[in-house]
């Protein structure tokens, strides 16, 4: 499964959705480096690039909820933190060699999350940030 950007996920705010687009770049490498049967060394360096990109992201989404006095800031931003949890804890259990369809299942189930996050809450955000 290929993600991308697409317009029910838009958020209007051009440095969150453009952020967006760069994590399901990086969710993608992981998928296909998964899908052909590519081992943790291949991927290390996308794995790397996604849990590094999802804490820069998050801390800019915060920033901007900050400067903006963004209501639902303390609810947001706990989303923030236990996602990030979770996802360090499925990318430490992808093995070294041959990564599993189970592997596979466990970080689109987590992307699932952030895609839904996205459609409610970042839409929600992007509102709220046009407005102030």
């Known amino acids: 499964m290929r993600y991308e950007l697409t317009k029910d996920l838009e958020t209007g705010n051009a440095i969150i959705d453009n952020e967006h687009s760069e994590l399901f770049k990086a969710v993608n490498n992981i998928v296909d480096a998964c899908s052909k049967g590519q081992g943790r060394k291949i991927m290390e360096p996308a794995i790397q690039f996604l849990l590094s990109y999802v804490e820069l992201h998050f801390s800019h989404e915060e920033q901007l909820q900050k400067d903006s006095n963004y209501p639902d800031i303390k609810m947001h ?56």
């Open 77 to 132: 931003k706990l989303f923030h933190e236990n996602y990030k949890k979770t996802l360090k804890d499925i990318a430490s259990e992808i093995p070294a060699d041959n990564p599993s369809i189970t592997d596979l299942v466990k970080l689109n189930s987590h992307i699932a999350v952030l895609i839904n996050h996205i459609r409610v809450e970042d839409k929600k955000l992007g509102t709220y940030l046009k407005q102030h």
